[in-house]
């Protein structure tokens, strides 16, 4: 069911923890099953430097939190905006269907950490959107870490 990449993400998380003077802090979950990711992001001169998280949720949630990270660590904020859900179930060797809101839970907590960021500093991103909400619940064809 779930490639040996998502398998070590899920035991192996990189990045877990927390970032105490964290540039940007982005809390998403999903009401529906649970699921609640929260990212921390130290960013300096435009590169996001580190990034920690900490998820409460299934194996898949912690696997795409983890995954989310690695790709973040390095990237300027521009490219950080363009890592994309598929992008991170792609760098997992992909997901089950029902599991991809997982994988759209990690990048909306990136986007999230981001426009904390954008929000302490009073700038804009191009292309970032103000998040709906920090907690809610996806679309019911999102699927859910229960089924």
Do not use: Q
């Not at 580190?50 to 990237?75: N, R, W, Y």
């Not at 859900?85 to 809101?101: C, R, Y």
Request: proline share 3%; aromatic share 4%; glycine share 8%.
């Amino acid at each position: 069911m779930y490639s040996e990449k998502v398998m070590d993400h899920f035991m192996n998380p990189r990045n877990v923890g927390e970032i105490e003077d964290a540039s940007g802090v982005g809390t998403v979950g999903n009401a529906r099953c649970g699921d609640i990711m929260k990212v921390y992001l130290k960013i300096e001169d435009n590169i996001i430097k580190d990034a920690k998280f900490k998820t409460f949720g299934c194996g898949a949630a912690v696997a795409t939190s983890s995954m989310a990270t690695e790709l973040v660590i390095g990237k300027t904020i521009e490219e950080a905006l363009k890592i994309s859900n598929k992008s991170v179930a792609e760098a997992l060797d992909g997901l089950p269907p029902v599991k991809m809101h997982c994988s759209l839970l990690a990048e909306e907590s990136l986007h999230a950490a981001l426009w904390d960021y954008a929000k302490k500093n009073n700038i804009k991103i191009e292309g970032l959107e103000e998040p709906k909400e920090d907690i809610h619940e996806h679309e019911e064809e999102a699927g859910c870490c229960n089924a």
